[in-house]
């Protein structure tokens, strides 16, 4: 079998994958038409025909951070359990969680048909604002339908910790902050306000919610969307998934939500700076049609996203200092941080 030169052998050696899926009954050939794709992670994706059936094998990155097995391991559980019950995502072919056949954990999933509106935005949908706010509103739905899925039903009770979810957020996110302090010529976190959301946040926080599956990083560059119309095709790079307060996952959307003239819209990309996705208003009435959970405290949810977006994407901008990220990349995420708190701030006031 030839290794295809698309992809080298230490990323994805293809005689080793080629076996693999022989042992899995799948059918049989030459790897063909292998391409890489670009992600908004730095996971491998590869798409490839074999056997006249297209797949995209993913994995963890060419050099494996400490959780990136077990992080494509869960990734590979949580879609496979997925399968079925309507919620828009990647399907499973076939998943191998021993990272000792390849050197790293990998999938192969069907690939989607659909388009990433950060780095593409065909001609129907750049050039007509009412199908961008059902693009906004089509995302609603997906995230209210995940989160309204019996996690129990399927066999994925153990898959996070829902006791004391909400508790743990303030306190653990603090402590990332802190962290990035390990970083050589990194001056601190310079985030005006960090202690006033964290205090605000520990002092409004709801008391009764139901837990669900949350995709925990669901903004619109993590969606694929249909070329045909406004629909999400699939929600991808599900690595922050976990059982948790699904209405976390409306707050990030709302959170992410392209402000006109932000930074934060170029996170976006082309649709980010074209515009035309709903208010947040419309987008928490959406959500309330395919959710029966308490809408009261959406605000809450929203300062809570800015707080934890905000302090993640601060820790590239450490990284950066100690010659770990580009300059420019932490520069430009430090940007979108003191956007986010700003914009949590105007929620507490």
């Not at 042992?23 to 794709?37: D, I, N, R, S």
């Not at 508790?167 to 976190?189: F, M, T």
């Not at 006033?196 to 993590?222: F, K, M, Q, S, Y």
Request: aromatic share 8%; net charge negative; hydrophobic share 40%.
């Amino acid at each position: 079998m030839v290794q295809p030169a698309a992809v080298s052998r230490d990323v994805v050696d293809f005689a080793i994958v080629g076996a693999w899926m022989d042992e899995q009954g799948l059918p049989a050939g030459e790897f063909e038409e292998v391409t890489t794709l670009g992600g908004g992670t730095q996971n491998i994706m590869v798409r490839f025909t074999r056997g006249g059936r297209d797949y995209v094998l993913r994995r963890g990155p060419k050099h494996l951070r400490a959780k990136s097995n077990e992080v494509i391991r869960r990734e590979a559980r949580l879609l496979a359990a997925l399968d079925g019950t309507g919620v828009r995502a990647p399907g499973v072919i076939a998943a191998c969680p021993d990272e000792s056949v390849l050197g790293a954990v990998f999938y192969l999933m069907e690939p989607v048909h659909g388009f990433n509106p950060a780095n593409e935005l065909p001609e129907l949908h750049a050039g007509d604002p009412e199908i961008r706010r059902r693009m906004g509103l089509s995302a609603v739905e997906a995230i209210a339908r995940l989160g309204a899925v019996d996690y129990r039903a399927l066999g994925l009770s153990d898959y996070g910790k829902p006791d004391g979810f909400l508790e743990r957020q303030v306190p653990r996110w603090l402590a990332e902050l802190d962290s990035y302090g390990a970083n050589e010529g990194y001056p601190g976190p310079e985030i005006p306000g960090v202690d006033r959301v964290g205090d605000w946040l520990e002092r409004h926080r709801p008391v009764r919610w139901t837990p669900g599956i949350l995709h925990g990083d669901c903004h619109l560059a993590n969606m694929m969307f249909a070329y045909d119309g406004p629909q999400v095709a699939a929600m991808v790079d599900w690595e922050m998934s976990t059982i948790g307060d699904p209405l976390l996952d409306l707050g990030w959307q709302i959170a992410t939500r392209p402000e006109p003239g932000s930074t934060g819209a170029a996170l976006i990309g082309k649709l980010g700076a074209v515009g035309g996705l709903p208010t947040a208003q419309e987008m928490t009435a959406h959500y309330g049609r395919f959710s029966e959970r308490d809408l009261s405290n959406v605000a809450w949810y929203t300062v809570l996203a800015c707080f934890k977006l905000g302090i993640v994407l601060e820790g590239t901008h450490a990284r950066a200092f100690a010659g770990k990220a580009p300059k420019q990349v932490g520069d430009f995420l430090h940007a979108i941080t003191l956007e986010l708190f700003e914009r949590a701030h105007r929620l507490i006031e």
